[in-house]
């Protein structure tokens, strides 16, 4: 039986321009692919993100489509976009689950696994 499954990549980077250390504001881009890595077409409906401090701070976000869109995607296709979050220090992490539904209305998640939010001086 065909079986729908998304996978996902993630890559971070500092935005220093929408940051404010002094002030506990540090902001991080995120570009997400988002791949149909199954056997039948599904479309992305909503999203459901966790964002965690080194304070132990969560912030959960929640809504409909990625960045205004409810990509359709057909087995093999991609689709990518990118976002930003904020968080009060220097490092965290973020993990998701995208809400799914192939075309015979059969949902399905698509989880995000945990990835770093890493202020490059924050390293050392």
Not at 9 to 29: C, I, K, M, W, Y
Not at 37 to 58: C, K, P
Request: with cysteine; net charge negative.
């Amino acid at each position: 039986m065909p079986k729908p499954q998304f996978t996902s990549t993630v890559s971070v980077r500092h935005l220093p321009e929408q940051s404010d250390p002094q002030n506990g504001q540090h902001a991080f881009a995120y570009t997400v692919t988002i791949r149909n890595s199954g056997d039948v077409t599904g479309q992305l409906i909503a999203r459901h993100w966790v964002i965690t401090d080194t304070n132990g701070q969560v912030q959960e976000v929640r809504g409909l489509a990625v960045v205004g869109h409810q990509p359709l995607l057909k087995p093999g296709e991609s689709f990518e976009y990118t976002s930003w979050t904020r968080l009060e220090t220097p490092q965290g992490t973020m993990r998701g689950t995208f809400y799914c539904m192939t075309e015979d209305a059969e949902p399905f998640d698509a989880a995000v696994p945990e990835f770093g939010l890493t202020l490059p001086s924050s390293l050392h």
